[in-house]
């Protein structure tokens, strides 16, 4: 494995998991609270905790397979780090601009066009077609957000 390839293993998983993390958090914690505070606090949380954690993740999963190099393993470490930690803060910026409401939306909504975006490129670099993967993608990522709102009200129904 080379250093670009430790990148882009690093970065590929960092973007979706802080994507999709972040997503069903953002819309768990808004249906069951209807807190900004809370959502705020949940987004920081992610990106220090859980890109730690993937972080840790990767790192332990690069050693386990005994064929990389210690600088490749930490290349996909730190990547995988800052990438989900730097893509997990931008979900701050439409709460800091906008109602709660409105806030999970654009973040809805800038988090498809992130995916959407990667998805083509991975299409792009595996000779596929586009549609199919950028649809399985934004498939799954609706998925979550849709279990994480009917957790949240579920949640908020029995504990709120």
Same mark, same amino acid.
């Given at each position: 494995?080379?250093? =670009?390839?430790?990148?882009?293993? =690093?970065?590929? %998983? =960092?973007?979706?998991?802080?994507?999709?993390?972040?997503?069903g958090l953002m819309v768990g914690l808004f249906s069951s609270t209807?807190?900004?505070?809370?959502?705020?606090?949940?987004?920081?949380?992610?990106?220090?905790?859980?890109?730690?954690?993937?972080?840790?993740?990767?790192?332990?999963?690069?050693?386990?397979?005994?064929?990389?190099?210690?600088?490749?393993?930490?290349?996909? *470490? /730190?990547?995988?780090? %800052?990438?989900?930690?730097?893509?997990?803060?931008?979900? /701050?910026?439409?709460? !800091? /601009?906008?109602?709660?409401?409105?806030?999970?939306?654009?973040?809805?909504?800038?988090?498809?066009?992130?995916?959407?975006g990667f998805s083509y490129y991975i299409a792009r670099q595996q000779?596929?077609?586009?549609?199919?993967?950028?649809?399985?993608? !934004? !498939?799954?990522?609706?998925?979550?957000?849709?279990? *994480?709102?009917?957790? =949240?009200?579920?949640?908020?129904?029995?504990?709120?």
């Open positions: 494995m080379k250093i =670009g390839h430790s990148l882009k293993v =690093g970065l590929s %998983f =960092g973007l979706t998991s802080a994507i999709i993390t972040t997503l209807h807190s900004k505070l809370v959502v705020i606090g949940g987004i920081l949380t992610i990106a220090i905790a859980d890109s730690m954690s993937d972080a840790l993740g990767i790192h332990v999963s690069e050693e386990s397979e005994n064929v990389h190099t210690p600088k490749e393993i930490w290349t996909s *470490t /730190l990547s995988t780090f %800052f990438s989900k930690f730097i893509f997990a803060l931008t979900f /701050l910026i439409p709460l !800091l /601009l906008f109602d709660l409401y409105t806030a999970v939306l654009v973040s809805i909504l800038w988090g498809f066009l992130l995916l959407g000779k596929a077609k586009a549609w199919k993967v950028i649809g399985e993608h !934004l !498939l799954i990522a609706s998925f979550v957000i849709i279990i *994480t709102f009917y957790a =949240g009200e579920w949640i908020n129904s029995v504990f709120g």
